[in-house]
Each structure stands twice: as C-alpha cells, then as structure tokens.
C-alpha cells in the first residue's frame, strides 16, 4: 500500500515542495488555513505518528523544528504552531500553521485558496529560509 504522502514526497503526485531529506519530506498544505500551513512527513510508511521507531520520531521532530524556523523566518506570524491529528491520510504527518492568534488553529474554518503561483511564492520562500535555519 502507497499512501498520498508517500507518492507525494517520491514525486509521483507533484507538491509545493519545502524542504527535503532521506528521512523526511515538508510540503504545502494544499487545503491550508493559513498562508505557509506545512506538513511534514516520515518518508517511512507508518499510520500514527506514535508507532513510529525513536529513531524517525526524533528526525521527524528535528526536521520539523527546522521547519517551523523557516516558516517564521519566510511568512509574517507571531510563531508557528504545531498539530497531530492524523485522521484524515494514514500516514503519520505533522502540520505546521503559521500563526497571529490561537483562533488561527481551526481546522474547521473555510480553506484558503490560494492560486499556483502564491503556492509557489511561498513553498520558494520557506524553502531558501530552511536552507539558511
């Protein structure tokens, strides 16, 4: 089985891509509810975060640090937050959301839509800021 996000960070289904590395993968969130709302995956295969082995745990969490640096150093907010839901793809993800307010962190609020080219602008940012964090 092939989840989204594994096709996704092989390239086989393409994506605003942040940053990249052997163990993990970051890239726009398509649906986002904020302006450089991320997602960071495990390029390893596994449902819930927490069965994830201590060794990809931890590069998850440090990738995704370096992440969060990068899109507060790429997108106007007063810090980044952080989310686990993982109900929605079967594949262990965290979601990064840039953020003014704790109201900024509602997943039920309508979507932005952004076009390609704002996408672009935005993954290109975040992506020079990581290789510099």
């Given at each position: 089985m092939s989840t989204i996000f594994s096709k996704i960070a092989s390239g086989e289904i393409p994506s605003y891509k942040v940053a990249g590395d052997e163990c993990c993968y970051a890239f726009l969130d398509i649906n986002p509810i904020a302006k450089g709302h991320t997602l960071v995956i495990p390029r390893k295969e596994v449902d819930y975060l927490f069965d994830l082995d201590e060794k990809t745990l931890s590069n998850l969490w440090l990738f995704a640090q370096k992440t969060a640096k990068a899109i507060q150093a790429a997108v106007p907010c007063v810090r980044v937050g952080v989310a686990?839901?993982?109900?929605?793809?079967?594949?262990?993800?965290?979601?990064?959301?840039?953020?003014?307010?704790?109201?900024?962190?509602?997943?039920?609020?309508p979507k932005l839509e952004l076009t390609p080219s704002e996408f672009d602008a935005i993954a290109k940012a975040i992506g020079e800021k990581w290789g510099k964090v």
């Open positions: 686990v839901l993982g109900l929605e793809v079967p594949h262990a993800h965290i979601h990064l959301i840039p953020l003014n307010s704790e109201a900024d962190v509602d997943f039920k609020k």
